[in-house]
Structure formats: structure tokens, C-alpha cells
């Protein structure tokens, strides 16, 4: 393909269990909703399927019945609803009688609802789905709706297919519940899905996607080199010639605070300081009796990395009790892998408190008000929290992975003099060296103001506009089409 011809209109069906909402960050659902709303305004035809959450069907506006489908093996039906995504992108919600009441949890019955939600997607991408209408390429996004790309392998009408990964763990399912999926006989016998006595929708995808796609080109450099990060790494690998990394990029109209309708002070490069009001404003919604030299430290707890929470209490075994900061622990409800960091807040009340971010203006507010953002993950497919920190002129303290090196440059003092640092970078995950990179930060906020003002601007200054990359989602579509797997990778 010469990539310096103009690219046609395609139509594209995006399917995802996530797009962004109330459900606090989720960079999965950035993803989604980002890149599906700069398409639609190149003037792509793109469509958007996701679970007809009872959430989601509260929020969603003129919502109607296009059609009805009899799942595979099973005496329900699901119906099809139609409403709209952002300005102009069809949204269609795929509601299977009581499984779509709660959003992703992690639990075994995951497996299930989301392998029938998958089954309806590929009966749409090929048109036998009562909606009349066929993509030319269907874009599955997350495990949860990978299983849709292997069941269109043996479809002759089937549109090109792209996977993309946006999770370091990866999920499982067993006998029983593939059982319950009355998945064809010939896909099982293919060996497509088997994982060592268990199964795996993603492995599938992997397989027989005509092209994949990694939110991170450093991120796609880890999985090749180091098999050890992912179960699927070795497969990814024998499947590198179609395994492209692509920076990810933020919609600015949500995630700047010159426009973030979910923060009362705008603010930007040349009036830095108002950014001040926002942590204010933060500490008296919050009740946290900070003295303003505190360091105040975000943490967006996305449930990644379960091992993130142990990391944080372990920190604050390592610290001095009089270091002066706070850690904010941003989490959703009800997840027992944020246990160690409810005990440390019992533990160390004056030095970490967690909140629940039911809806996303928290989480905004969070980010806005917050001095630093804190990433302790090992690994990270995707720096998008950090992007969208540095949009707020809040600094990263983040363990040094390869994505996040593609964006935040440590605060050492040949950067600092350069005017090239952004972030408090740290490269191996022990409490020391976390706390190490903490004490540089609260280090560096207690020199003058226009010191810690001008690492902020400096990250600031950085764009990561969504249709900067776009044109390669659109080349990777393209070579999707004109060259699709003739058959699956063993």
C-alpha cells in the first residue's frame, strides 16, 4: 500500500465492553471513545457496539429496538437497541437478559456474558444481525470481545478484523463455561482457543485477526523482547509482521483545564497558578487537613495491577512518618484488591486517604487538584493517565516502563537544566526506590515556586492530540483489508 495516498471512507464497527462514561478512568474507554469520535469527524462511517449496561440504558438518550436475535444455542434472545454516541456515532447496545446488570468485574461469569456479547458482534460485522448494514472492518477491543474475531473465521463474507490489547493481565475461562457458549465444533477442534487445559478468547483473536494492534510502540518492544509479561507474548511474537504500536492520544475537549467541564477554575500555561484553587477546592470537598507545602499525590486506581495497592502500602511502611505528603487514592467500589490500601489508610491516616470515584468528575477533580499523579504499575500498555496528567501541569511519579518513557523524561538535573523534564521516573518496583522518587518530588516542591511552575509547564507544553496518530489506525485498516490472514497462525 503506498501510504501517501489519501485514504478512502471506510466503514468500521468498533466493539468494546467500555466506552467513557460514568464508571471513573478507564483507558480502554478513552481508547475507544477518542479514536471513534476522530474517525467520525474524517468522515468515516464508524459504528460503536458495547453491552447494554442497566447504567449505560439510564444515560443513553432515545434509545430504540432495532432488532431481536435468538443467541446460539440458547433459548434467550438478545435485543439490539439503537441510540447515539457523542454528536453523530450510532451506538448499539446488545441487552442479554441478566447479564449486563453490573459492568465488568473479573468474576468467572465474565467469561459468559461477554463470550455471548461477542457472538452478536459477529453476527453483525456480517450483516445477520437485522441492522442492515456491514462493515468493512470490525476493530475488537479488550478480551472481552476478542472471542467475536475467531467465530468470523470461517465466515466467506467476513470484513477485515483488527484486535487491540489494552490489559498486561489476561483472562482465562474454563470447560464449563465454554460449554455454555455452544461455541462451533470446528473452532474448538482447531486448537484456536485452548490454553494448556484452559481457553482463551484473546489467544483466538491473536490468531486470526487480520492485523493487531498495542497502545504503545514501546509497549509492543517489552513483549517481544521479555515472553515472561504476558501469557500471549510468545504468540504475539510469531505474529509480529502484523503487530503494530501506536502511541495512544486524549480528546482535549475532556481532558484539558481550559475546557474540563468537571472543574470549577480553567486554567492554563499562562495562568498556572489557578491551578492552586482546583487542589483548594479539593481538599474542602475531601476534608483533607493538608498544610499547603504538602505534596498532594493522585492515585486513579484502575485495577491494572493488583499489585499496585500492596506497592502503596508498602511505600508507606518505607517513608518517614513526618515526609510531607499525601496520597489520595482515587478506586471504585467493592474491589477486594483495594484492601491493603483501606488498611493503610486506617494505619496511616495522615498520609494516604481513599475515596470512591463513582462518577468521573472525581476523578477529574482528582487530576486537576492533584500535585502529582502516582503510576507504580510494572508495566503499562499505554501511558494515557500520564498524558492526561501532564495535560493538568500535574507531574508524574510513575515507574520507569517503556511507554512511559515515551512521554515523561525524569526530573534529573541535566533534564532540569535542559528544560526537557516532565515527570519523577523510577526504574525498579521496591518501596525503595519508590520512595526514593517520591522524596525527589517533595524534595523538588520545596524549592521556590517558578521551580516546581516550570517542570509543570514543560508538561504542559507536550501534545498528544488523537488525530496526530489517527492517519496510522487508518494504514493499519487498510493493510487489515488489502491483505487478510488466509489462515490461522498455529
Known amino acids: 500500500m503506498n501510504r501517501d495516498l489519501p485514504l478512502t471512507p471506510q466503514r468500521v464497527l468498533f466493539a468494546s465492553s467500555e466506552i467513557a462514561s460514568l464508571n471513573g478512568f478507564s483507558e480502554q474507554a478513552e481508547f475507544i471513545t477518542t479514536l471513534t469520535s476522530t474517525l467520525s469527524a474524517m468522515e468515516h462511517d464508524v459504528r460503536l457496539i458495547v453491552p447494554a449496561y442497566s447504567w449505560l440504558l439510564s444515560q443513553t438518550d432515545a434509545v430504540i429496538q432495532t432488532s431481536r436475535i435468538r443467541l446460539p444455542g440458547d433459548n434467550r434472545e438478545a435485543r439490539i437497541l439503537q441510540g447515539q454516541a457523542g454528536q453523530s456515532i450510532p451506538l448499539y447496545l446488545v441487552d442479554i437478559p441478566g447479564q449486563f446488570d453490573r459492568p465488568d468485574n473479573g468474576g468467572p461469569e465474565d467469561a459468559i456474558r461477554f463470550g455471548l456479547f461477542s457472538r452478536i458482534v459477529s453476527l453483525m460485522a456480517i450483516n445477520q444481525a437485522g441492522i442492515n448494514w456491514q462493515p468493512d472492518l470490525l476493530h475488537c477491543s479488550g478480551w472481552q470481545t476478542a472471542l ?251 515507574h520507569a516502563s517503556t511507554s512511559i518513557r515515551e512521554i515523561v523524561t525524569d526530573a534529573t538535573p541535566a533534564n532540569l537544566l535542559h528544560g526537557s523534564a516532565s515527570g519523577f521516573l523510577y526504574y525498579k518496583t521496591t518501596p525503595e526506590q519508590l520512595a526514593d522518587a517520591i522524596s525527589r518530588a517533595s524534595t523538588f516542591r520545596a524549592k521556590p515556586a517558578i521551580w516546581w511552575q516550570k517542570l509543570a509547564l514543560q508538561g504542559m507544553a507536550q501534545s498528544f492530540h488523537a488525530a496526530e496518530t489517527t492517519n496510522r489506525y487508518l494504514q493499519c485498516y487498510q493493510s487489515a483489508i488489502d491483505n487478510p490472514v488466509a489462515t490461522p497462525v498455529h
Open 148 to 398: 467475536a474475531i475467531p467465530l468470523l473465521g470461517g465466515a466467506w463474507s467476513r470484513p477485515a478484523t483488527i484486535y487491540s490489547m489494552h490489559e498486561a493481565k489476561h483472562q482465562y475461562c474454563h470447560t464449563e463455561q465454554i460449554n455454555a457458549l455452544s461455541i462451533p465444533v470446528e473452532l474448538l477442534k482447531s486448537g484456536a482457543l485452548e490454553m494448556q487445559g484452559r481457553f482463551s478468547f484473546e489467544k483466538g483473536a491473536i490468531l486470526m485477526a487480520d492485523q493487531l494492534i498495542l497502545p504503545s510502540p514501546g509497549y509492543r518492544q517489552e513483549l517481544l523482547n521479555d515472553h515472561t509479561l504476558h501469557p500471549l507474548a510468545p504468540l504475539l511474537k510469531k505474529r509480529a509482521d502484523r503487530l503494530t504500536g501506536i502511541p495512544s492520544g486524549i480528546d482535549y475537549q475532556r481532558w484539558s483545564p481550559t475546557t474540563d467541564v468537571h472543574t470549577e477554575q480553567h486554567f492554563d500555561s499562562s495562568s498556572f497558578e489557578l491551578k492552586g484553587l482546583n487542589r483548594q477546592r479539593l481538599q474542602s470537598e475531601l476534608n483533607l487537613p493538608l498544610d499547603e507545602h504538602d505534596l498532594l499525590i493522585g492515585y486513579l486506581a484502575t485495577g491494572r495491577d493488583t499489585s499496585e495497592p500492596e506497592q502503596i502500602a508498602s511505600l508507606l511502611q518505607t517513608i518517614a512518618p513526618d515526609t510531607p505528603i499525601h496520597i489520595l487514592a482515587a478506586a471504585g467500589e467493592n474491589d477486594p484488591a483495594l484492601q491493603p490500601l483501606l488498611d493503610s489508610a486506617e494505619r496511616f491516616p495522615q498520609q494516604l486517604s481513599v475515596r470512591h470515584a463513582t462518577d468521573e468528575a472525581r476523578w477529574h477533580r482528582i487530576l486537576a487538584g492533584s500535585d502529582c499523579l502516582l503510576m507504580p504499575a510494572r508495566h503499562y500498555p499505554s501511558a494515557l493517565q500520564a498524558q492526561c496528567a501532564l495535560s493538568y501541569g500535574t507531574v508524574p511519579i510513575a
